[in-house]
C-alpha cells in the first residue's frame, strides 16, 4: 500500500511464495499505469505498465491488475527470489492532459523484503 | 549504449552556493526529466523537456533551472542551495511515443 509518512510500509515473503504489492491511485482521470522497481543505491526500473482500458497484463513472473472502479493497481510477482527485494512504486499518468511521457505522479513505495 | 548517465554521483554544498547536476543520455530520447526522491514522499517531478529548446515545469521547480541546448544533455542548476534540496536526484528519459522513462543511477546532493 501506500505511504504518508517516513516509514515505507515493508513486505515480507519467503523465496518462493508469491508476492501482491498495491497501490491507491488518486486521479479518476489517470489512464496510464506504471510499476518501478528500485534497489538499494539505484535508480528505478521500468517493470510493467498497464492502459486503462485492460484490467490485467502479464509479463514474465509479473502480473498487473488494475481495478478503476476503486481505483486500486496491484503488482504480484511469482516465485518470489531474492533478488526480487527492492522498493517497488507505482506511478500513475493522464496522458490527454500531459500529452506527453513526462508527467507521472509516482506514489511513495512499498519495501518487499524476501527471507530465505 | 550508456544509458542515462548522472554526474556527480554525490555532492555537499553550503547553504547559497551553486551548482550544476549533469544528465546525459545516447538514446536518442526526446523527453527527459528530472526528479527529486525524499525519505516517504516518492519520486517529484522538477523540470522536464520534450526536445532540445524546450522545457517546462513540474511539480517543485522553484530554486532550480534547466536548458536543452541538445538533444543529450538536460543539465538542472541549483542557483542558490537551501538544506530543503537535500535529496537524491534522478535525471530521466524516455522516446515520445512511448512512456517508459530510464533512469539513471541518481546524485546524492546534501546542502549544510
Redesign the interface.
Given at each position: 500500500g501506500e505511504s504518508v509518512g517516513l516509514h515505507l510500509p515493508t513486505l515480507s515473503v519467503q523465496e518462493g511464495d508469491n508476492s501482491i504489492i498495491n497501490c491507491a491511485y488518486s486521479n479518476s482521470a489517470s489512464d496510464y499505469f506504471i510499476w518501478y522497481k528500485q534497489e538499494s543505491g539505484k535508480g528505478p526500473q521500468f517493470i510493467i505498465d498497464i492502459r486503462s482500458n485492460m484490467d490485467k497484463r502479464q509479463g514474465q513472473r509479473v502480473t498487473v491488475l488494475l481495478n478503476k472502479t476503486v481505483k486500486h493497481l496491484s503488482l504480484q510477482i511469482a516465485a518470489t527470489q531474492p533478488g526480487d527485494s527492492a522498493v517497488y512504486f507505482c506511478a500513475e499518468m493522464d496522458s490527454i492532459l500531459t500529452g506527453g511521457g513526462n508527467k507521472l505522479t509516482f506514489g511513495t513505495g512499498t519495501q518487499l523484503k524476501v527471507e530465505l | 549504449n550508456a544509458g542515462?548517465t548522472q554526474t556527480p554521483k554525490f555532492q555537499v554544498l553550503k547553504t547559497g552556493q551553486s551548482m550544476t547536476l549533469q544528465c546525459a543520455q545516447d538514446m536518442n530520447h526526446e523527453?527527459m526529466?528530472w526528479?527529486r526522491q525524499d525519505?516517504?514522499?516518492?519520486?517529484?517531478?522538477i523540470h522536464?523537456s520534450?526536445g532540445a529548446g524546450i522545457t517546462d515545469q513540474?511539480e517543485v521547480p522553484n530554486g532550480y533551472n534547466v536548458s536543452r541546448s541538445t538533444t543529450e544533455d538536460f543539465p538542472l542548476r541549483l542557483l542558490s542551495a537551501a538544506p530543503s534540496q537535500t535529496s537524491v536526484y534522478?535525471c530521466?528519459s524516455?522516446?515520445?511515443?512511448?512512456?517508459?522513462?530510464?533512469?539513471?543511477?541518481?546524485t546524492r546532493l546534501t546542502v549544510t
Open positions: - | 542515462v523527453y526529466s526528479y525519505p516517504g514522499m516518492g519520486l517529484r517531478l522536464y520534450v513540474g534522478f530521466a524516455s522516446f515520445s511515443q512511448t512512456y517508459e522513462q530510464y533512469f539513471g543511477p541518481g
